[in-house]
């Protein structure tokens, strides 16, 4: 078994920063071409250039997940530039607002589950019909540990989480005699700019309180959570399919 990418192509959404770079750097690092996505272009291109300059393939392709003929463009450029597509990597998503559930607005509602939710099933989607053709291939959609629990005080990022779990196993289900393979990547808070901005809001002592909650007393680093994603892509998990892995510090054990 090996985690070795040499020949495969792997597309990362949310890419441009983050638990997305990390991941497609890691990626590149590993072998494989991969295609940066983002709404974010400058962020893009500058992973771009973090492969590149360490000798690694990639190209960037800007995509709004929240629209489908963004997200099909998105897939079928990779087949045009590389051929194929092996590993979908469903990783772009927001955080939602901090708010009761009393108070939690309608339009943030819908705008997390259209980024979280709706973006995750539309990437799986247009993944799966490359792969199918191919007879091959592995998604990994990120989730959260708030995909495997409660998470008070933000029910849209909650429900959108639990709903990526969710679709990874209805899919890992229907496409495990077909050579695909769908699971979940579920971290904990990791420092990531979507964490840091969280934490902006919530104040030093909810963070504090938060790290006191890891069994391990500490958040997660990107690249840590970047190292299961790929593993789970990798032939080493070859006989893993429809499961959600909480890569959260003990977190979930107890």
Same mark, same amino acid.
């Given at each position: 078994?090996?985690?070795?990418?040499?020949?495969?192509?792997?597309?990362?959404?949310?890419?441009?920063?983050?638990?997305?770079?990390?991941?497609?750097?890691?990626?590149?690092?590993?072998?494989?071409?991969?295609?940066? +996505?983002?709404?974010? /272009?400058?962020?893009?291109?500058?992973?771009? *250039?973090? /492969?590149?300059?360490?000798?690694?393939?990639?190209?960037?392709?800007?995509?709004?997940?929240?629209?489908? +003929?963004?997200?099909?463009?998105?897939?079928?450029?990779?087949?045009?530039?590389?051929?194929?597509?092996?590993?979908?990597?469903?990783?772009?998503?927001?955080?939602?607002?901090?708010?009761?559930?009393?108070?939690?607005?309608?339009?943030?509602?819908?705008?997390?589950?259209?980024?979280?939710?709706?973006?995750?099933?539309?990437?799986?989607?247009?993944?799966?019909?490359?792969?199918?053709?191919?007879?091959?291939?592995?998604?990994?959609?990120?989730?959260? /540990?708030?995909?495997?629990?409660?998470?008070?005080?933000? /029910?849209?990022?909650?429900?959108?989480?639990?709903?990526?779990?969710?679709?990874?196993?209805?899919?890992?289900?229907?496409?495990? *005699?077909?050579?695909?393979?769908?699971?979940?990547?579920?971290?904990?808070?990791?420092?990531?700019?979507?964490?840091?901005?969280?934490?902006?809001?919530?104040?030093?002592?909810?963070?504090?309180? !938060?790290?006191?909650?890891?069994?391990?007393?500490?958040?997660?680093?990107?690249?840590?959570?970047?190292?299961?994603?790929?593993? !789970?892509?990798?032939?080493?998990?070859?006989?893993?399919?429809?499961?959600?892995?909480?890569?959260?510090?003990?977190?979930?054990?107890?």
């Amino acid at each position: 078994m090996t985690q070795d990418f040499m020949g495969k192509v792997a597309v990362i959404t949310g890419a441009a920063s983050g638990l997305g770079r990390a991941t497609a750097l890691l990626f590149a690092k590993r072998g494989a071409k991969v295609v940066v +996505s983002d709404v974010a /272009i400058e962020g893009g291109h500058e992973t771009v *250039k973090m /492969i590149q300059d360490k000798g690694g393939e990639a190209t960037f392709v800007e995509c709004d997940v929240t629209n489908e +003929s963004s997200v099909n463009n998105l897939i079928s450029k990779t087949v045009e530039i590389y051929g194929r597509l092996d590993c979908g990597i469903n990783n772009a998503g927001i955080g939602g607002i901090w708010t009761s559930t009393n108070n939690y607005p309608t339009n943030n509602f819908e705008k997390v589950m259209a980024v979280n939710t709706t973006g995750v099933f539309m990437c799986m989607r247009a993944e799966l019909n490359v792969m199918l053709r191919q007879g091959s291939g592995a998604i990994v959609n990120v989730a959260s /540990i708030a995909g495997l629990s409660g998470f008070p005080k933000n /029910i849209a990022y909650a429900a959108s989480k639990h709903a990526v779990v969710g679709m990874t196993k209805s899919a890992g289900l229907e496409y495990a *005699k077909k050579g695909i393979r769908v699971n979940a990547a579920c971290p904990v808070f990791t420092i990531t700019p979507l964490v840091t901005d969280m934490f902006d809001v919530i104040g030093d002592d909810m963070k504090d309180k !938060l790290e006191a909650s890891i069994p391990m007393k500490r958040f997660g680093q990107p690249e840590e959570i970047a190292e299961a994603i790929v593993w !789970l892509c990798s032939d080493a998990a070859s006989f893993i399919t429809g499961h959600a892995l909480p890569i959260d510090g003990g977190m979930m054990a107890g």
